[in-house]
């Protein structure tokens, strides 16, 4: 993931108006979107009950033991994990290998819808994410450019450019 991933309010909204819709579709109790390093970006749902940082960080963790296994099988990852409860159950996918989406469901919803729902999301989450981190990497560049010039004085440029 690239260090300059910063969200503005109207990608934020896009975000969480997207993984509302996945909540609505799946019948999910709650839908969790985080990075790679378990950082949390947006949820929704019924949180009263759970710690998103604690989620956020026992998923990412469980994503990385998970491509572990992966490469020892000869698989560059696996990209959905799916955990079965006597009440609840877990669907986790990684999305465009930067972001984990966690869609945590109960007996109104069926993997089987998850699944067909996640994918569904993903594909239009996908462009999005590469669109806040193509103008991140803008922003870091300009931020970057300025700071190389911001020790140039007057007396610089005057001396420079009167030879």
């Given amino acids: 993931m690239h260090l300059d991933f910063i969200l503005h309010d109207e990608e934020y909204q896009k975000i969480r108006a997207l993984i509302e819709r996945l909540r609505k579709d799946s019948n999910g109790r709650i839908v969790f979107l985080l990075d790679r390093n378990g950082q949390p970006v947006a949820y929704t749902g019924e949180m009263a009950e759970i710690d998103p940082t604690a989620l956020a960080s026992l998923a990412a963790g469980n994503v ?32 465009g290998r930067r972001m984990i989406l966690i869609v945590i469901f109960d007996e109104r919803s069926s993997l089987g819808l998850v699944r067909l729902r996640v994918r569904k999301a993903a594909a239009e989450l996908i462009p999005l994410l590469e669109e806040v981190e193509r103008r991140g990497a803008s922003e870091a560049s300009q931020v970057q450019l300025e700071a190389a010039f911001a020790g140039i004085t007057d007396a610089d440029l005057d001396a420079l450019f009167n030879d």
């Fill in 64 to 95: 990385a033991a998970t491509e572990g296994l992966a490469q020892l099988v000869g698989e560059q990852e696996f990209a959905n994990l799916y955990h079965e409860g006597e009440r609840d159950s877990l669907h986790l996918s990684v999305v």
